[in-house]
Nanobody, 123 residues
Framework: QVPLVESGGGLVQAGGSLRLSCAAS????????MGWFRQAPGKEREFVAA????????SYADSVKGRFTISRDNAKNTVYLQMNSLKPEDTAVYYC????????????????WGQGTQVTVSS
């Protein structure tokens, strides 16, 4: 059973918005850092954003700062990624991940992964 399930992806025009959700399935991620990564065709998986369990700290890739916002609802065991002012270069499969490193930006720092959701931004 996949421990994390992403939803909310789709096709949107440049300048538009999407909100991704990541729900934990079968377990709680209390105390975990939650992160979002993305992977475009032919490219390596790259860090997008991360948030601590307490939501007191967040981290963003420079490419999304000011446009994307990560948040979490611990009561619902869910993390969100609000994406505004989307650009064609944001097109990728977006993955949710859970780990214990402090706002890690590297995939190996995360133990649990979802299966991903496709985001396509048209120009």
């Amino acid at each position: 059973q996949v421990p994390l399930v992403e939803s909310g992806g789709g096709l949107v025009q440049a300048g538009g918005s999407l909100r991704l959700s990541c729900a934990a399935s079968g377990r709680t991620f209390s105390g975990y850092v939650m992160g979002w990564f993305r992977q475009a065709p032919g490219k390596e998986r790259e860090f997008v954003a991360a948030i601590r369990w307490t939501a007191s700290s967040t981290s963003y890739a420079d490419s999304v700062k000011g446009r994307f916002t990560i948040s979490r609802d611990n009561a619902k065991n869910t993390v969100y990624l609000q994406m505004n002012s989307l650009k064609p270069e944001d097109t990728a499969v977006y993955y949710c991940a859970a780990g214990i490193s402090a706002l890690g930006a590297r995939p190996y720092e995360y133990k649990y992964w979802g299966q991903g959701t496709q985001v396509t931004v048209s120009s």
